[in-house]
């Protein structure tokens, strides 16, 4: 009986052996089919630590970035930089794009008379929308009003061409975003100006729509009044998102307003609606700032009770990620890649207070979850990309 065991204990423990040598063989083939296959190295994933500021090699002197935007297939970014010739306040603010795989910036030759801001791709990646102000003449502040007050809308394609101004009324118009199908697009316009004294220029801003197949340009919804605005944008046929602060109805308690929706700026709007949505995302402190990629997931930033400013996704695998801690402080914008792959940001470097504000540009890794900093080639070295006005 004991050599019966003895022998059953042997072929089990043979059997066992060959056992984990074919388990392993199958893993390293099947490791080297995916180092194959995707061309690097299997990585350890490493869970990302909230408990402490993640690194980031912040940069020191900046840029004067005005927007960015990053076309669905993740390798063109569309910036709109302001450049300042020395001895002079205004900022002369045009057109680039970075391609990230080859390093190349180019320049798109629009008009000189005009200043190009708040630039974005559209969903489908064939158009370009963006704003466009006559250049200041003097360096005073009813000038400045002035550009502001004659801004239009622009659009062309990627290459530059078939460059149009729709039929919008001009005025103060901000952060325009076209329709997924490119018939429509919506954006901001101010209805006050304000006087030399008061710390913004314009206020009271209201979502207008254009239908580029009707020529119509109405107000998307009611008439809220906002006094400052940030992002806009399609999450439907009939609905936008925004980040938007101070609605007029509320001023006279926006403390109040602002304690009851723990200092949300993130509403959705339905088109037509007439009454002003309550804010949205208010179980997070200072909800701001969303943005929204192809799949629909939103992105924002926000206060973590325990981990401080971050940034937060709204998904079927919903996560938020503490931001690294950058001076002078915070990030000032998001855009998310159409594909979800990365999260692109703005801070600042220097503040307004220095008298000369600078930014710059980093990404967060959603994959790698990592935080990288962006260093483009100066404007100066920009190639000229044509277009035909």
């Not at 109040?256 to 709007?269: A, D, H, L, M, Q």
């Not at 949505?277 to 200072?286: A, K, Q």
């Amino acid at each position: 009986m004991a050599m019966v065991m003895t022998l059953l204990f042997s072929s089990s423990r043979a059997l066992a052996i060959r056992v984990f040598h074919c388990a392993v063989a199958l893993a390293l083939r099947l490791a080297l089919f995916c180092i194959l296959l995707n061309g690097m190295p299997i990585r350890t994933a490493v869970a990302y630590d909230n408990a402490s500021s993640p690194p980031f090699a912040a940069d020191k002197v900046g840029r004067a970035y005005n927007a960015v935007s990053i076309h669905r297939d993740g390798e063109q970014w569309l910036i709109s930089e302001c450049l300042r010739a020395e001895n002079t306040k205004p900022l002369d603010c045009q057109l680039f794009v970075y391609k990230i795989r080859s390093n190349r910036y180019q320049r798109f030759q629009l008009p000189i008379e005009y200043i190009y801001t708040d630039a974005k791709f559209s969903p489908s990646g064939r158009w370009i929308v963006g704003v466009r102000r006559p250049q200041p003449k003097a360096d005073t502040y009813d000038e400045l009003i002035r550009t502001f007050g004659n801004s239009e809308i622009f659009m062309m394609k990627l290459d530059g061409s078939s460059f149009n101004i729709p039929a919008v009324p001009k005025g103060h118009l901000k952060l325009p975003s076209l329709s997924e199908d490119d018939t429509k697009f919506v954006y901001w316009k101010s209805s006050k100006k304000r006087s030399a004294k008061e710390k913004t220029t314009f206020a009271d801003f209201d979502v207008y729509e254009f239908d580029l197949m009707k020529g119509i340009d109405e107000l998307f919804a009611g008439s809220f009044h906002f006094f400052l605005v940030r992002g806009l944008q399609y999450v439907g046929h009939d609905k936008v998102v925004i980040s938007a602060y101070g609605p007029s109805q509320y001023a006279e308690q926006i403390g109040k307003y602002r304690e009851r929706f723990n200092s949300s700026e993130v509403y959705f709007i339905n088109r037509g609606q007439k009454d002003l949505p309550d804010p949205l995302f208010t179980e997070i402190s200072g909800a701001s700032d969303i943005t929204v990629d192809l799949a629909k997931n939103f992105y924002l930033l926000g206060t973590h009770r325990q981990h401080g400013l971050s940034i937060f996704r709204f998904s079927s695998q919903p996560a938020h990620w503490r931001i690294p801690r950058l001076v002078p402080g915070g990030i000032s914008a998001l855009f998310a890649a159409p594909g979800g792959r990365h999260i692109g940001f703005v801070y600042p470097v220097n503040s307004a207070r220095s008298g000369n504000p600078t930014n710059s540009l980093g990404i967060f890794d959603l994959s790698e979850e990592q935080w990288v900093p962006v260093y483009l080639p100066s404007p100066e070295s920009a190639e000229i990309c044509p277009s035909n006005e």
